[in-house]
């Protein structure tokens, strides 16, 4: 739908009474015909960004009353236990439909299919309303940012369509080249069943000439009052499962995440933001390289170890790590590989597995690792990671550490050091 809409004036009856719609409200009638049903707190999230000045929360119940009550959006209520509070969803009307197909926003045949389609649904499950949210946040934020992106329900989408439906994806985002499929999970499928969908991910990647990104959100409190906030445990479990990144198509990518987490990462996906190319990462972890030679001045002498010497005959290129380094020291030397991560990558997860393998004396060919640092763009990103593996000889940190210890030149700033599977504890790299 383009900005230059117009309003739409329907007439609501022989009595001469009519509603005007503005280009907003259209904009949120066309959503609603993706979504099929969105509940209250989407609605309100999508009237509080859509428009330039935010209307305030009760103006926005007041007008949700006056588009229901002229047939232009259906409401229906379900009573929450054990409160028995009322939460609202809502789907579009007749007149709504009619108001689409008058801004020639959608053709009389759709308005009718629609029609058919939607004056039945009942309110829909926790998982689709789970999809829906998602997508609804991830909309409103490229709304905030002047961002296009097309997306659709994985069922409805016309691409899929044509490949025979073999993949059914919860959602689909595209801009531009780049197409990412949401798959929001409960938990509640097995692993072998999630290995299945994968696969079929991976041949739809190998059949198009585009970036195809697959994210798996994992279902939280921010999206269903059944789940906890904590999901490290099923997260950690599908990362660990997925398939070889040196096996996939080189479009491909896939990232494991909390449902909390989910709009944002997909919104850098499709900006491009993420997944990074090798040469941004080499480029990072260089500046973070002369940041650290910088601040400890003198404590240690570094030098490059080349990849031939790190890895020897062992390279997996797909899983190497941005640089290693010799730090040699007064009375050691220390041998380190460096990754840029990414939060939720799992090839990223696999790097940092196949790296720290290395440092527990079992490889074959190369240098034994004594250690491994993995530097993330903030310190959000960092914190927020989840990898559910005890990597004991490994630190997190993020692009600016050094920097933001300028009054400390000579000292070692804080990393976060696993002390267990699922805590990481603040000391000194040192």
Not at 172 to 187: A, C, I, M, P, Q
Not at 228 to 233: E, G, Q, Y
Not at 357 to 373: P, V
Request: charged share 30%; net charge positive.
């Amino acid at each position: 739908m383009t900005a230059g809409t117009k309003t739409i004036t329907v007439p609501l009856g022989s009595n001469g009474k009519r509603i005007v719609l503005k280009h907003e409200e259209l904009l949120f009638l066309h959503e609603l015909t993706i979504h099929r049903t969105l509940q209250v707190r989407d609605v309100y999230d999508f009237f509080r960004n859509v428009f330039r000045i935010a209307p305030h929360t009760k103006s926005i119940a007041k007008r949700l009353g006056r588009l229901v009550s002229a047939g232009i959006l259906m409401r229906m209520e379900e009573r929450v236990n054990p409160t028995n509070l009322k939460t609202y969803y809502y789907k579009i009307g007749k007149r709504g439909l009619e108001a689409l197909h008058k801004s020639n926003l959608i053709s009389r045949d759709d308005a009718e299919r629609l029609y058919q389609q939607i004056f039945y649904l009942k309110i829909p499950k926790s998982h689709t309303m789970a999809a829906s949210h998602l997508a609804n946040q991830t909309k409103v934020l490229g709304l905030s940012e002047d961002l296009a992106l097309e997306h659709n329900r994985g069922i409805d989408d016309p691409e899929l369509k044509k490949k025979g439906n073999v993949l059914i994806s919860d959602w689909v985002f595209k801009r531009r080249n780049r197409t990412v499929f949401l798959e929001v999970d409960s938990g509640r499928q097995t692993l072998e069943v999630i290995s299945s969908k994968v696969e079929r991910y991976i041949h739809f990647a190998e059949t198009v000439n585009e970036n195809v990104v697959l994210v798996f959100s994992v279902m939280d409190d921010t999206v269903s009052k059944s789940f906890t906030s904590d999901r490290s445990k099923r997260i950690a479990s599908l990362k660990e499962n997925m398939s070889p990144c040196q096996n996939w198509p080189k479009n491909f990518s896939i990232y494991v995440i909390t449902a909390e987490r989910t709009p944002e990462l997909i919104l850098r996906i499709l900006k491009r933001s993420e997944p990074l190319s090798q040469e941004f990462r080499g480029y990072v972890i260089d500046e973070w390289i002369e940041q650290l030679k910088g601040r400890t001045k003198g404590k240690f002498e570094i030098q490059d170890l080349a990849k031939e010497t790190a890895y020897g005959s062992d390279r997996v290129k797909e899983l190497e790590a941005d640089f290693t380094l010799q730090l040699n020291e007064a009375t050691r030397t220390r041998y380190i590989a460096l990754i840029y991560a990414e939060e939720g990558n799992v090839q990223t997860y696999q790097r940092i597995r196949y790296n720290h393998h290395r440092t527990k004396g079992t490889l074959i060919h190369g240098q034994r690792l004594d250690e491994l640092i993995m530097v993330y763009k903030d310190k959000d990103f960092m914190s927020s990671e989840v990898h559910g593996v005890f990597w004991e000889n490994s630190w997190y940190t993020f692009r600016d550490t050094w920097r933001l210890s300028e009054d400390q030149i000579g000292s070692y700033p804080e990393m976060l050091k696993p002390i267990s599977q699922f805590r990481r504890e603040w000391n000194r790299f040192e």
